[in-house]
């Protein structure tokens, strides 16, 4: 299984702040990139996916690649409290996904 | 659009019984994982089904566990017999050609 590294949080940002998480990838082949929400207690959600270099960005969230660095984010702007939750990254591997360890995030009021 | 369902949602029962999840994913999916979710070990991957068909079984912990898929709506993961350390969140996931996979609620195991 190809590893899939995630800044190791927690991450606390206050309310209304920008939320950068950070994913690096070992394969440099991988052509599909996830991110899941995953509140506590709650099976993850999918919240973006990308595929090409560059920036895709859907309401407050962002995702960012950079396939030269095996190295992709995503930004939450305007932090709110809902946001707070467990985010995995996840990388194509074929015909299933490798999910890093997760980097739980707390919005504070 | 009905999600991925699984069955049950929470299952306690004692060591060495036999443990049977449930899953029905999503109409049109094709592909079918089972996965596994601890603190220590994140989430894991134990088997993946295309078109009813196991592929990939290698993240299967052991012998005691088996998985099946009858049909195109409906998947079975076994524990037999069950120990304390299978104790964990089993996930149920589906996708269709060429998208992203859905999660199920999953099932919450605690073996005693």
């Known amino acids: 299984q190809k590893e899939v590294e995630q800044n190791s949080g927690p991450l606390s940002v206050p309310e209304g702040a920008i939320a950068s998480l950070n994913c690096t990838y070992s394969d440099r082949g991988s052509q599909s990139f996830f991110w899941y929400r995953q509140y506590s207690g709650k099976s993850p959600e999918l919240i973006m996916f990308?595929?090409?270099?560059g920036d895709k960005e859907d309401g407050r969230f962002t995702a960012q690649l950079n396939k030269a660095s095996q190295y992709v984010s995503l930004l939450i702007r305007d932090s709110q409290p809902s946001d707070s939750a467990t985010y995995l990254c996840?990388?194509?591997?074929?015909?299933?996904?490798?999910f890093g360890a997760g980097t739980t995030v707390t919005v504070r009021a | 659009d009905a999600g991925v369902i699984q069955s049950p949602r929470h299952e306690v029962t004692e060591m060495g019984q036999e443990v049977t999840l449930r899953c029905k994913p999503i109409?049109?999916?094709?592909?079918l994982f089972w996965y596994r979710q601890t603190m220590m070990r994140g989430l894991e991957l134990l088997i993946y089904f295309n078109n009813n068909v196991p592929i990939d079984d290698s993240g299967m912990p052991e012998d005691r566990f088996s998985a099946k898929m009858p049909n195109a709506s409906f998947s079975t993961l076994k524990i037999q017999p069950s120990e304390p350390r299978d104790s964990a969140v089993y996930f149920c996931?589906?996708?269709?050609?060429?998208?992203?996979?859905?999660f199920g609620d999953g099932t919450r195991l605690s073996i005693l």
């Open positions: 990308i595929y090409s270099n």
């Open positions: 109409s049109g999916h094709n592909s």
């Open positions: 996931a589906s996708r269709p050609p060429d998208q992203p996979q859905h």
């Open positions: 996840a990388v194509n591997d074929g015909y299933k996904l490798s």
